[in-house]
């Protein structure tokens, strides 16, 4: 369960960090090699790993004072926490506002930082008096959208909505998406 989130956690400030590469790039296109330097780059990668192993650690370390007794099948390919939880005989509520709290912190926030850069974006490239620039501005942001749309679409409709209204199926295909 740690690696599950700190490896989640990481690509979704890798993704910011991605998206704000991708704006500096289209927004400020003569300044990128000063903005985007080495020690910028670094910062964000150590950033992002502290804050991810820190996150992974709370859950895993809440999720280690729940007592399982019964069937202990997860019914998931890998131990996700709302499958963990719903196997606990104890009282979940704490873990179950923590990950609604920490993943309001840990996913929307990031998600909204992502949104203003492509806000940003799309309002510079709207300035480009060619087509040909407006075409290779967009399809420089496609892909980056498209994973952006996939990911936080699936983990947060998985983890930011209450586990008893989710089904084992429909939380192991929005798992598998995201993963």
Not at 121 to 143: D, E, M, N, Q
Not at 168 to 175: F, Q, S
């Amino acid at each position: 369960m740690y690696f599950l989130l700190f490896f989640g956690d990481l690509e979704s400030f890798l993704l910011v960090a991605m998206a704000y590469d991708r704006y500096v790039a289209i927004c400020f296109p003569l300044h990128y090699a000063t903005i985007m330097n080495p020690k910028l780059c670094l910062v964000l990668v150590a950033l992002s790993w502290v804050l991810t192993m820190l996150h992974a650690m709370l859950h895993t370390l809440l999720m280690a004072g729940l007592c399982f007794c019964g069937d202990n099948m997860i019914p998931h390919f890998f131990c996700d926490m709302s499958a963990l939880l719903k196997l606990s005989c104890s009282d979940t509520q704490v873990n179950e506002l923590v990950i609604f709290v920490m993943g309001g912190l840990i996913l929307v926030i990031p998600f909204l930082l992502i949104i203003m850069s492509y806000t940003r974006i799309v309002s510079s490239i709207l300035k480009v008096p060619s087509a040909r620039g407006i075409r290779k501005a967009f399809s420089t942001c496609g892909s980056h959208v498209s994973v952006v749309s996939l990911f936080y679409g699936t983990v947060i409709g998985l983890y930011l909505c209450p586990s008893a209204d989710n089904s084992t199926v429909k939380e192991t295909v929005m798992a598998m998406m995201y993963t």
